[in-house]
């Protein structure tokens, strides 16, 4: 579980390592991310895990790894750390600038440390967050089956802070088969993003849905890895019922009494008592995790295919 501070329990197990990752600066937010807890919801334990999880397979896929290993969460950037043995790894997600010891190296490429070797991350100038990924994955003590930090609930690793060094798992057998992925950046701009309407769009009025359809959102500078709060016009329901609290998922697109909506990221409740309009198919969640508060996301309603791709 979580602790506060330097000296809680999470960062003096960490010290104890003599090799690893050292934390030199954390940047706004880094976190330790998997792909989460998935199935226990019934004991009230949300997924968590990485908000943009196509990046983190990828920086995993690149070093070699299991796609499911730990690597740390970066949010604008920020992050620089110093290679406790010489190591492999990559950064993937929000194309950060990126150098080690002073020399520019490319984003979604294999990047190989020095000991001693001091790697930091920029800001980047589209997307949200960064990944950086080790080869051997980020080997803290796992909670619930996971090495994911849930900020809302309190579960996993404490964050790290300067002077943390992270272990570093064995090396896998697998070696990286490619230097580097051409893969496109995340976009900047209006953002589109497709929704399937419900499961209570017949709670709200008439304009209600077509409105979320053909308005802009701009996503507000307290969104997080909890949801996405957006700013824009007004859904409004077409009664005053009470809705008993149920299951949500990470995309649902839930709206409170204020009308304006927030899209639930990761971190999300596990259940809400608010109704929700529409939700993104899975495959968007990803593309929703990249954008920045003060963008503007337009809806559209998903295509046959997007959604029945909704499971994670």
């Not at 803290?140 to 300067?162: H, M, N, Q, W």
């Not at 057998?173 to 769009?201: K, M, N, Q, Y």
Request: glycine share 14%.
């Amino acid at each position: 579980m979580t602790g506060s501070g330097d000296d809680s329990a999470g960062n003096r197990q960490y010290r104890k390592r003599s090799t690893g990752l050292e934390i030199v600066e954390t940047g706004p937010l880094a976190t330790l991310q998997d792909l989460g807890r998935p199935g226990l919801a019934d004991i009230g334990v949300g997924v968590s895990g990485a908000a943009d999880r196509g990046a983190l397979r990828l920086a995993n896929r690149l070093v070699g790894n299991d796609e499911a290993a730990a690597a740390v969460e970066v949010t604008l950037g920020g992050l620089a750390v110093r290679a406790g043995h010489a190591m492999t790894v990559a950064v993937t997600g929000a194309p950060c600038p990126i150098t080690v010891d002073g020399r520019s190296e490319a984003v979604n490429s294999v990047l190989r440390l020095a000991a001693g070797t001091e790697l930091r991350l920029g800001i980047p100038d589209r997307g949200l967050r960064s990944y950086l990924a080790v080869r051997g994955g980020i080997a803290v003590e796992s909670v619930l089956g996971s090495r994911s930090t849930d900020v809302l609930a309190g579960v996993g690793p404490d964050k790290p802070t300067a002077g943390t060094v992270l272990p570093v798992g064995p090396a896998p057998t697998g070696s990286p088969v490619v230097e580097i992925a051409p893969v496109p950046a995340p976009g900047a701009g209006d953002i589109e993003l497709p929704v399937v309407p419900g499961p209570r769009d017949d709670w709200f009025d008439d304009r209600a849905l077509g409105t979320l359809l053909h308005e802009p959102y701009e996503v507000g500078i307290d969104s997080n890895r909890i949801g996405m709060r957006l700013i824009g016009p007004t859904l409004h329901r077409a009664g005053n019922a009470e809705l008993p609290s149920e299951g949500m998922v990470a995309g649902a697109l839930q709206v409170p009494p204020s009308g304006q909506p927030t899209l639930f990221l990761a971190d999300h409740p596990v259940t809400g008592g608010y109704p929700v309009i529409a939700v993104l198919p899975a495959v968007s969640v990803d593309v929703a995790a990249q954008v920045r508060p003060g963008q503007r996301v337009r809806f559209r309603r998903a295509g046959q295919r997007l959604s029945r791709g909704r499971t994670r």
